[in-house]
Antibody, heavy 120, light 107 residues
Framework: QLQLQESGPGLVKPSETLSLTCTVSGGSSSSSSYYWGWIRQPPGKGLEWIGSIFHSGSTYYNPSLKSRVTTSVDTSRNQFSLRLSSVSAADTAVYYC????????????WGQGTMVTVSS | DIQLTQSPSFLSASVGDRVTITCRASQGISSYLAWYQQKPGKAPKLLIY???TLQGGVPSRFSGSGSGTEFTLTISSLQPEDFATYYCQQLYTYPITFGQGTRLELK
């Protein structure tokens, strides 16, 4: 059964770059049947899609974050990554990685989430 | 961007009740709508995709319907484990968007 696990610093300073990695276990990070996404949730608030990346390397980003977001896939390590630059307190959130099934157009497998706080 | 508006935002109900949550899209999204359940401190869980297809392992008391701009999630008989927050999500077009959530609480 495919599982996802986010990893990365829990504390990032303002103006610096947030970097997270999602490790895929129990399956492959390279398949045409699904692709990967990043979603975040500020404390006490709703879900916000950050971006999606296909195994081919194609990407789609939320326009509100596009200028600061970069995602990548490392199929050799079965990992995919998120970088968010020039962070501020507004970027404080739980960050989730998730798998999006092509046939469902929905995120069917999620990581447990990792809390990232932006503070000096 | 396509806006998804859920109603109600808060819902108080009892075990055994039938409840319905509505999700309205700002423009037509065919059937490209999913529903998620989220419990405190946990990741969202996919319940329904393609507006009405039940995800594997999800109890049959959950059902979804709708197309175009109006969708509903129905729980036919609430169980104690169903008290949570529910979100709709569209993937008709990018950017992917979520509704603001409906918090279902025990009366």
């Amino acid at each position: 059964q495919l599982q996802l696990q986010e990893s990365g610093p829990g504390l990032v300073k303002p103006s610096e770059t947030l970097s997270l990695t999602c490790t895929v276990s129990g399956g492959s990070s390279s398949s045409s049947s699904y692709y990967w996404g990043w979603i975040r949730q500020p404390p006490g608030k709703g879900l916000e899609w950050i971006g999606s990346i296909f195994h081919s390397g194609s990407t789609y980003y939320n326009p509100s974050l596009k200028s600061r977001v970069t995602t990548s896939v490392d199929t050799s390590r079965n990992q995919f990554s998120l970088r968010l630059s020039s962070v501020s307190a507004a970027d404080t959130a739980v960050y989730y990685c998730a798998r999006c099934l092509v046939k469902a157009d929905a995120f069917d497998v999620w990581g447990q989430g990792t809390m990232v706080t932006v503070s000096s | 961007d396509i806006q998804l508006t859920q109603s109600p935002s808060f819902l108080s109900a009892s075990v055994g009740d039938r409840v319905t949550i509505t999700c309205r899209a700002s423009q037509g999204i065919s059937s490209y709508l999913a529903w998620y359940q989220q419990k405190p401190g946990k990741a969202p869980k996919l319940l329904i995709y393609a507006a009405s297809t039940l995800q594997g392992g999800v109890p049959s008391r959950f059902s979804g319907s709708g197309s175009g701009t109006e969708f509903t999630l129905t729980i036919s008989s609430l169980q104690p484990e169903d008290f949570a927050t529910y979100y709709c999500q569209q993937l008709y077009t990018y950017p992917i968007t979520f509704g603001q959530g409906t918090r279902l609480e025990l009366k």
